[in-house]
């Protein structure tokens, strides 16, 4: 069975749940952070931090970020959201536009979208060589690993909704003017192929999920159960990779 239908579309939270559990991880998630950037704790600026997040379109992303770092200081977080490629950066080798939003020590980045656009959509829509996509799995596997060497802390989300809520998601995005413009031809365009671009992650998950980067697969078909499961997962990866440096993630504040 894949990865893809390992997961249960069927999980669900109430308004009340959401609020109560959302409140209590983002919470958890502020103790962290501080002490990764040194605020708390030992006083030590902590490992980087690097969330990544893809999934299909109208699977919520933008609504899990904004819950991942609405209670977090702005200073302590960047987020970078990536598109296609520009002229420019299509001269250099793709990985190459990356770079400079990747945090550094005590630092934390959130990536809207990230490298594997060129193992997905690039591969789907011809955009890049099929030798240069073959290769981008190794060349993905090779910087990830060297980011989590130097210490870096990679949490990487792909969050699954069924082709009918995506569906649905659409007309009621093309039925508000205040969200229709995040509709484009290109997403109508892109459900058409759904057979091409699940065959595409499947493929990515398979070859790119390794003990340094793992993939969390998240059920997205209810968004008040992704937005607590990113905050909740973001903050047991961070625990785990703080526990595993010798680090105490819950050390005397005063």
């Known amino acids: 069975m894949s990865r893809l239908d390992d997961v249960d579309l069927t999980l669900r939270l109430s308004k009340r749940e959401e609020t109560e559990q959302l409140a209590a991880a983002q919470k958890r998630l502020v103790?962290?952070?501080?002490?990764?950037?040194?605020?708390?704790?030992?006083?030590?600026?902590?490992?980087?931090?690097?969330?990544?997040?893809?999934?299909?379109?109208?699977?919520?992303?933008?609504?899990?970020?904004?819950?991942?770092?609405?209670?977090?200081?702005?200073?302590h977080v960047r987020v970078a959201q990536f598109a296609a490629p520009t002229y420019d950066e299509k001269r250099h080798h793709f990985l190459w536009r990356f770079w400079p939003v990747l945090p550094g020590w005590g630092g934390m980045a959130v990536l809207d979208r990230s490298w594997y656009g060129r193992v997905m959509v690039e591969r789907v829509e011809g955009f890049a060589p099929e030798d240069a996509w073959r290769r981008a799995y190794g060349e993905i596997v090779d910087l990830e690993t060297s980011l989590a060497a130097e210490g870096t802390i990679l949490v990487k989300f792909f969050l699954h909704v069924s082709p009918e809520e995506q569906l649905r998601r659409f007309e009621k995005r093309q039925a508000n003017p205040y969200k229709a413009w995040k509709l484009t031809d290109e997403d109508?365009?892109?459900?058409?192929?759904?057979?091409?671009?699940?065959?595409?992650?499947?493929e990515m998950v398979e070859r790119t999920d390794q003990p340094v980067a793992p993939w969390h697969v998240v059920a997205a078909e209810d968004k008040r159960w992704a937005r607590v499961d990113?905050?909740?997962?973001?903050c047991r990866d961070v625990e785990k990779a703080l526990i595993e440096r010798g680090i105490d993630p819950d050390p005397p504040l005063s």
């Open 230 to 234: 990113v905050v909740r997962t973001v």
């Open 188 to 202: 109508w365009r892109n459900r058409e192929k759904r057979p091409e671009y699940e065959a595409a992650v499947e």
């Open 31 to 75: 103790h962290l952070r501080l002490l990764l950037g040194g605020q708390i704790g030992h006083r030590q600026i902590g490992p980087p931090l690097c969330v990544l997040f893809e999934g299909w379109d109208a699977s919520g992303k933008g609504g899990a970020i904004q819950r991942l770092v609405s209670k977090l200081d702005s200073r």
